[in-house]
């Protein structure tokens, strides 16, 4: 038996087990995140005179110090990891690279508090792994959770798996691998055991993210402007309902689809 077997006794059937948890008061809860970063050679392409990466690094620079900044506040229960993917596979950028995966879940390993997250320069370059990706976030997510509840008696809600490609999936692997992880996560969501959002950017394989993260949960980005990319992402990691909140963000029209749920 695991820990989500008795998700719905630990959290009285919430929808999401950490809704009726404030983030900003000591509790022994902790709120798990997984940014999953696509990182292949088209992000080196230039656009208007400036590569997608080195946009994406300036970006992080000026983000990280307010969530180490929130960390210390709001932001007190919520761990993050951070992989990548692309030409160099895919790789845990908050911990040791070498560190093997089994190790990733415990403390010190990929698992990093708010007030600490850290993350260097990313470089991009190669092909767009998102199923192998895909597939790790969500053993990885699973191993802590497991890890927390086994080593800590803390009690976790939802993993929230933040997903941002300016692609579609090109892993070594038959053409509709991705439908197998989609399996994975729909699971995962109906267990109540995972948040997912998927944020594609122009040139991302839509139908593939819209079928996987659901409408609810796929949000498109009208540019590669990833100062909105990254204020979305603190929105879907500290509000309690984050789909909604990350659509009222985005300043959806009317006229555009609405997530599943909403009036």
């Given at each position: 038996?695991?820990?989500?077997?008795?998700?719905?006794?630990?959290?009285?059937?919430?929808?999401?087990?950490?809704?009726?948890?404030?983030?900003?008061?000591?509790?022994?809860?902790?709120?798990?995140?997984?940014?999953?970063?696509?990182?292949?050679?088209?992000?080196?392409?230039?656009?208007?005179?400036?590569?997608?990466?080195?946009?994406?690094?300036?970006?992080?620079?000026?983000?990280?110090?307010?969530?180490?900044?929130?960390?210390?506040?709001?932001?007190?229960?919520?761990?993050?990891?951070?992989?990548?993917?692309?030409?160099?596979?895919?790789?845990?950028?908050?911990?040791?690279?070498?560190?093997?995966?089994?190790?990733?879940?415990?403390?010190?390993?990929?698992?990093?508090?708010?007030?600490?997250?850290?993350?260097?320069?990313?470089?991009?370059?190669?092909?767009?792994?998102?199923?192998?990706?895909?597939?790790?976030?969500?053993?990885?997510?699973?191993?802590?959770?497991?890890?927390?509840?086994?080593?800590?008696?803390?009690?976790?809600?939802?993993?929230?798996?933040?997903?941002?490609?300016?692609?579609?999936?090109?892993?070594?692997?038959?053409?509709?691998?991705w439908r197998s992880v989609a399996d994975l996560i729909r699971t995962r969501r109906q267990q109540r055991r995972l948040v997912f959002l998927a944020f594609g950017a122009p040139g991302a394989d839509e139908e593939m993210l819209r079928a996987v993260a659901t409408?609810?949960?796929?949000?498109?980005?009208?540019?590669?402007?990833?100062?909105?990319?990254?204020?979305?992402?603190?929105?879907?990691?500290?509000?309690?309902?984050?789909?909604?909140?990350?659509?009222?963000?985005?300043?959806?029209?009317?006229?555009?689809?609405?997530?599943?749920?909403?009036?």
């Amino acid at each position: 038996m695991t820990v989500f077997d008795d998700f719905d006794d630990l959290f009285g059937g919430s929808a999401d087990p950490t809704d009726d948890i404030e983030c900003n008061t000591d509790t022994y809860h902790r709120r798990v995140v997984i940014l999953l970063i696509d990182v292949s050679g088209s992000m080196r392409f230039a656009e208007k005179g400036t590569r997608p990466i080195d946009e994406l690094n300036r970006s992080m620079r000026a983000w990280l110090p307010e969530i180490r900044k929130q960390g210390e506040g709001p932001l007190r229960a919520v761990e993050f990891a951070v992989v990548t993917f692309g030409g160099d596979g895919v790789r845990a950028v908050t911990c040791d690279p070498h560190r093997p995966e089994e190790e990733l879940a415990q403390d010190g390993g990929a698992f990093v508090a708010a007030a600490d997250l850290a993350i260097g320069d990313l470089t991009a370059s190669g092909t767009t792994p998102m199923v192998e990706a895909l597939e790790f976030a969500l053993r990885l997510g699973d191993r802590r959770v497991q890890y927390l509840a086994d080593s800590h008696g803390l009690q976790t809600g939802q993993v929230r798996l933040i997903l941002f490609s300016d692609g579609e999936p090109n892993d070594e692997l038959p053409v509709d691998a991705w439908r197998s992880v989609a399996d994975l996560i729909r699971t995962r969501r109906q267990q109540r055991r995972l948040v997912f959002l998927a944020f594609g950017a122009p040139g991302a394989d839509e139908e593939m993210l819209r079928a996987v993260a659901t409408e609810q949960g796929y949000v498109p980005l009208s540019d590669l402007d990833f100062t909105e990319l990254l204020d979305l992402v603190l929105v879907a990691t500290s509000a309690e309902d984050p789909y909604t909140a990350v659509w009222e963000q985005a300043h959806w029209e009317s006229a555009e689809p609405q997530p599943e749920g909403r009036t």
